[in-house]
């Protein structure tokens, strides 16, 4: 895309734009782009509801521990909503870019094992 911007930018006074619209219109739509992909997944929604709860507007524990924390009151038996924590780690990981730029960011630390025996 980025090559592309490029080309549309040096084009904008050739196609009769203003230096900048296309940028700016550019800029919106990503914006738009990366809010419909947060609000259409119930993670997404689930998370960002948490993290205002929290203090401090952050959580800090396993996939496993996030899993259970995000499925209190919500419908988990849809098939949107990941079954487990390392489904949920999936999508945590797809949905990284568009938390980013809501200025969340997700961070993993690592596996956790527990071994009997």
């Known amino acids: 895309m980025a090559d592309f911007a490029q080309?549309?930018?040096?084009?904008?006074?050739?196609?009769?734009?203003q230096p900048g619209v296309f940028l700016e219109a550019y800029r919106r739509n990503r914006e738009d782009a990366n809010q419909i992909a947060l609000e259409s997944s119930p993670v997404a929604g689930a998370l960002l509801a948490m993290l205002k709860k929290q203090e401090g507007g952050t959580f800090q524990g396993t996939a496993t521990?996030?899993?259970?924390?995000?499925?209190?009151?919500?419908?988990?038996?849809?098939?949107?909503?990941?079954?487990?924590?390392?489904t949920l780690?999936?999508?945590?990981?797809?949905?990284?870019?568009?938390?980013?730029?809501?200025?969340?960011?997700a961070k993993r630390h690592g596996r956790a094992t527990a071994r009997n025996g």
């Open 7 to 17: 080309w549309a930018v040096a084009a904008e006074t050739a196609l009769g734009l």
């Open 65 to 86: 521990k996030l899993h259970a924390v995000l499925g209190v009151g919500q419908d988990t038996r849809g098939k949107s909503w990941p079954k487990c924590a390392r």
């Open 89 to 105: 780690s999936g999508v945590l990981a797809r949905l990284a870019p568009n938390l980013r730029q809501s200025g969340i960011v």
